[in-house]
C-alpha cells in the first residue's frame, strides 16, 4: 500500500534542509542501484530540455498532441520510456522558476521575484547553482538557448557554473516584438522610437561565451534570425552530444555531462521555421512551433541512442511556467484553471518527463508531487556530489533519487509552496490545496487571461481545492473538510519559520 501523504510525517534531516519523506524499503532499493551504477566507474549525464511557456496539456501524452492539431510523436515515445510526471511544478513565470530549478531555492530566498527585461539589473549572482556543483565534481557543463537569470556579467551563465553558453541572455519577445509593425507599428515607423529602443541596455544579439570570459556576439536577433534559433541551438547541442561520447576523440570525450538546453520556443510571439511553417494539423504559428520543439526532442534523443550515452543519461523534459493565455489562442487547452503568472494550477503544474532508459522504469505515470527544484538535490546524489550541498542556506528542493530509481517509487514531497511573487499563495499536501491568496476570481483573469492581470486577494478563512475532483479549482470543500485544518496550518508555520532562520532576497522586487 502507498503511504498517505496527507498522514505520514515528513522528517527533516538538516535545519536548512526541507522536511521530506524517507520510505526505508525505497531508500534501500534505490541506494543498492545507484551503488551498482556508480561501482561501473560511471556518473550519470544529464540532459534538461527546458520549453518556454508551453503547457501541461500541449503534448499528446497528457491528452494534447493530435487532439489540439500538434502531434507530438517523440516526446509521446520518451514519456513511455521514463516517467510521466502528472503533478509536476514549475514556478508561476520564467525568472523565478529558472532560478528555482538551478538552485534548488524558492523565488522568495533567491530574490529572483519576477523576470528582468529589456537590461533591468539584478540576477542569479551570489547563488550556488548545481551547475556549478557538478561542475566541481568534474562534469562539463554546457548550457544553450535561453537564459533569462540576469544579463549582468556576474549572473551569465559562464559565471555561475558553465563551461560554455551558447545562447541569448533573455526573453524571445524582447528581442523581436518592437521590430514587428503587427505589434509594434508605433516604434517601427519611428525612427527616433526604434534608436530609443536600440538604446535600451540590453543585447540584441544571441552570444556565445566560455568559463570566466566575456560573451561574444555571434547575431543580431532580427525576426527571420528568430526563427532559425531553435535549429540553431538544437545543432549545437547535437554537436556537443557527439563531442562528448566516449571514443569520439574529443578533448572532453568520456567525462560525465550536464547540458542545459533550453529552446526559444514557444514564447510569444512565434515565427515558424520554414521547415515547420504550416505543417501542423492547426496550421496556427504557436503549434507550428510545438512540432518543432516535438522534432528537437526527437534529434537530440537519437544522437544520444546513436553515440551509446543514452542509457548513461538522466532527461529531464519541462516548461518554465503554464501556458500563457494572454496571448490566446496559444495554448488555450488545460485542464487548469488560469495561466502563467498565478498560483492556480494552470500557472505552476507543468508538463514533466523523466527517463534514464535501464535505470529508471518504463511505462511509468504518476501524480507523485515534484517540484523542479527538487532536481539541485537529486540530481548532485546522482552524480554522487550529495556532500557539496549547501549547509550555508536553505534548500527547498528534496531528493527525489528514490521516487525515481525505484519501479513503484512514491514521491519524498509531502508539502508544495506556491507563492505569488512575495505573496503566499496556497499549500499542497495529497490532492488538497490549501489556498489563502491569488489572482483575482474575475472570470476575465482567471478563466483564459494569464496571472499577470488582475488583482491579488488574500482570503479571509482560507479555500481548499480537491484537485482531484475539482481541477479547476472552482469550489471551496473547507467548510465540510476542517478535519485537515491542522495538518495545513502546521504544514505553513514551519514553512514561515524556515524564513526566521534563513530569510530571503530581493535583487529583483516585486513590480509594484
Ligand atoms: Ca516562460
Request: aromatic share 12%; glycine share 10%; proline share 6%.
Amino acid at each position: 500500500m502507498p503511504h498517505d501523504p496527507v498522514v505520514t510525517e515528513a522528517v527533516r534531516e538538516a535545519a536548512h534542509l526541507e522536511p521530506q519523506f524517507r520510505f526505508a524499503d525505497q531508500e534501500a532499493l534505490a541506494a543498492s542501484r545507484l551503488a551498482a551504477y556508480h561501482a561501473t566507474g560511471k556518473s550519470p549525464n544529464v540532459l534538461v530540455i527546458l520549453f518556454d511557456d508551453v503547457g501541461w496539456g500541449d503534448f499528446g501524452c497528457y491528452g494534447g498532441g493530435v487532439a489540439v492539431g500538434a502531434p507530438t510523436p517523440n516526446i509521446d515515445r520518451l514519456a513511455r520510456r521514463g516517467m510521466l510526471l502528472t503533478s509536476c511544478y514549475s514556478e508561476p513565470s520564467c525568472t523565478p522558476s529558472r532560478a528555482s530549478m538551478m538552485t534548488g531555492r524558492l523565488p522568495m530566498r533567491h530574490g529572483l521575484l519576477r523576470p528582468p527585461m529589456y537590461g533591468q539589473k539584478g540576477g542569479l549572482d551570489g547563488e550556488i547553482t548545481f551547475a556549478q556543483l557538478l561542475r566541481e565534481a568534474g562534469y562539463v557543463t554546457q548550457a544553450v538557448g535561453k537564459w533569462h537569470m540576469g544579463e549582468n556579467v556576474e549572473s551569465q551563465p559562464q559565471h555561475v557554473g558553465f563551461d560554455d553558453f551558447y545562447g541569448f541572455l533573455s526573453v524571445s519577445d524582447m528581442y523581436t516584438e518592437w521590430r514587428d509593425p503587427y505589434f509594434f507599428p508605433e516604434i517601427v515607423y519611428s525612427e527616433e522610437r526604434t534608436k530609443w529602443v536600440e538604446n535600451l541596455p540590453f543585447n540584441r544579439c544571441f552570444v556565445h561565451a566560455v568559463k570566466g570570459g566575456e560573451t561574444e556576439n555571434v547575431e543580431e536577433v532580427t525576426i527571420p534570425v528568430l526563427s532559425q534559433l531553435d535549429q540553431k541551438w538544437t545543432d549545437y547541442s547535437l554537436d556537443f552530444i557527439r563531442r562528448m561520447a566516449p571514443g569520439s576523440g574529443g578533448a572532453e570525450a568520456g567525462r560525465p555531462w550536464f547540458l542545459y538546453h533550453c529552446t526559444r520556443g514557444a514564447h510569444f510571439d512565434n515565427y515558424p521555421h520554414e521547415d515547420f511553417l504550416g505543417r501542423s494539423p492547426a496550421k496556427h504559428p504557436y503549434k507550428d512551433t510545438i512540432i518543432e520543439l516535438d522534432d528537437i526532442v526527437g534529434r537530440l534523443v537519437r544522437e544520444l541512442e546513436a553515440t551509446g550515452q543514452l542509457e548513461d543519461t538522466l532527461i529531464f523534459i519541462s516548461s518554465d511556467n503554464g501556458p500563457e493565455m494572454e496571448t490566446w489562442p496559444d495554448a488555450a487547452y488545460s485542464p487548469f484553471r488560469c495561466a502563467k503568472g498565478s498560483t492556480w494550477e494552470g500557472g505552476q503544474r507543468v508538463p514533466g518527463i523523466v527517463a534514464w532508459p535501464g535505470m529508471i522504469e518504463a511505462d511509468r505515470a504518476t501524480d507523485g508531487l515534484f517540484s523542479q527544484m527538487d532536481l539541485f538535490r537529486t540530481v548532485l546524489r546522482l552524480a554522487g556530489a550529495e556532500a557539496a550541498t549547501p549547509t550555508d542556506r536553505y534548500i527547498d528542493g528534496v531528493d527525489q533519487t528514490a521516487f525515481l530509481l525505484c519501479p513503484d517509487g512514491e514521491s519524498t514531497r509531502k508539502y508544495l509552496y506556491y507563492w505569488l511573487v512575495n505573496v503566499f499563495s496556497a499549500l499542497r499536501v495529497g490532492e488538497w490545496k490549501f489556498m489563502v491568496a491569488s489572482t483575482s476570481d474575475d472570470d476575465r483573469d482567471c478563466l483564459n487571461l494569464g496571472g499577470f492581470t488582475g488583482v491579488t486577494q488574500k482570503y479571509t478563512h482560507g479555500r481548499l481545492y480537491n484537485l482531484y475532483l475539482d481541477p479547476k479549482e472552482s469550489h471551496s470543500y473547507m467548510i465540510r473538510k476542517l478535519a485537515y485544518i491542522d495538518s495545513f496550518t502546521g504544514g505553513l508555520r514551519d514553512h514561515f519559520m524556515s524564513f526566521g532562520a534563513y530569510p530571503g532576497k530581493h535583487p529583483i522586487a516585486a513590480m509594484s
